[in-house]
């Protein structure tokens, strides 16, 4: 606990918030015994002014020139070492890449969750329909259906495979990227679901792909690539499900127009026996701390039907 208390003090110091689980996921792992009686900062142990300026004091020492001898940071009632700030330190960056749930000051209730980066507890999920969409083995984008009237899209995809989970991800078009941390969340998720195996390298699909005023980069244009994209990956691996994160991403693979609400947690079919769900955007996962209780739940369908 005194461990976990430190942690959390280095991740203020940062500016980072840091949360726990606070309820209930079905089908979810089961939390560290630590979670349940964990609070912070604990009545026990001052914090406050004289925690966070230890915190960044030990902070400001990593720039400290070789072999200089460092003073011990102090703390209210107990002394911590360099070598105890640096390993705070370490376990800091460590905490950098958690996507977690609920706020730590918050009291934490014990209940099942993901290993992080993880998803959120979540209270019971309802039921959900369940949708089958057949497509064509054939090449996807031959058969592409659209709307001509509707507006040139921009968006950017990210597809991810772990195992036999493909993964595609609406990322933020402005400078987006499919980083570390949402790697590490996506791997959680599938291994959450049951999968796991070789992960492949993440591809970006951004859209328009030039800037041209003479090319078609219109959004049937948009939906033939991601279409095409997507047969290359069933192809070239076997694949059992697919999730499909974010409003555009749902919208493409499945050639819909409707809004994420009105998609989210029904189970289609993309190919026939591949399984396919949508949620939200694992960008809102990582920003939004509630996100992670809907993603949970909006999986569910999905989870049922896998053997």
Request: glycine share 6%; charged share 20%; with cysteine.
């Amino acid at each position: 606990m005194e461990q976990e208390q430190l942690r959390h003090q280095y991740l203020e110091a940062l500016g980072v918030s840091s949360w726990l689980p606070c309820a209930v996921l079905p089908n979810a792992a089961d939390s560290a015994e630590w979670v349940s009686d964990f609070r912070y900062p604990a009545p026990d142990i001052p914090f406050e002014s004289d925690r966070v300026a230890s915190a960044r004091s030990a902070l400001g020492q990593q720039g400290a020139s070789k072999g200089s001898s460092s003073p011990q940071t102090q703390t209210r009632g107990s002394t911590a070492s360099v070598a105890t700030a640096q390993q705070g330190m370490s376990q800091a960056r460590a905490a950098l890449g958690l996507a977690v749930a609920e706020p730590a000051e918050k009291t934490a209730a014990p209940s099942p969750s993901v290993q992080t980066p993880s998803l959120s507890p979540a209270v019971s999920a309802p039921s959900s329909p369940i949708v089958e969409v057949g497509v064509s083995e054939d090449d996807a984008a031959a058969s592409v259906q659209v709307d001509t009237d509707l507006e040139p899209p921009r968006f950017k995809l990210a597809y991810f495979r772990i195992g036999e989970l493909l993964v595609i991800d609406s990322v933020p078009p402005q400078g987006g990227h499919f980083g570390d941390n949402y790697q590490a969340l996506a791997i959680a998720i599938a291994a959450a679901l049951g999968f796991r195996g070789e992960q492949g390298s993440a591809f970006m699909l951004p859209w328009p792909m030039f800037a041209s005023k003479t090319l078609d980069q219109g959004y049937k244009q948009a939906a033939i690539a991601v279409q095409h994209k997507l047969s290359k990956e069933l192809q070239a691996h076997p694949v059992k499900a697919v999730l499909l994160f974010g409003e555009i991403a749902v919208q493409m693979v499945m050639e819909r127009q409707e809004p994420l609400e009105q998609l989210k947690g029904i189970c289609f079919e993309v190919r026939a026996g591949i399984k396919a769900i949508a949620s939200h955007s694992l960008t809102e996962a990582m920003q939004l701390p509630g996100i992670k209780k809907q993603l949970w739940t909006d999986l569910q369908p999905l989870l049922a039907k896998l053997p």
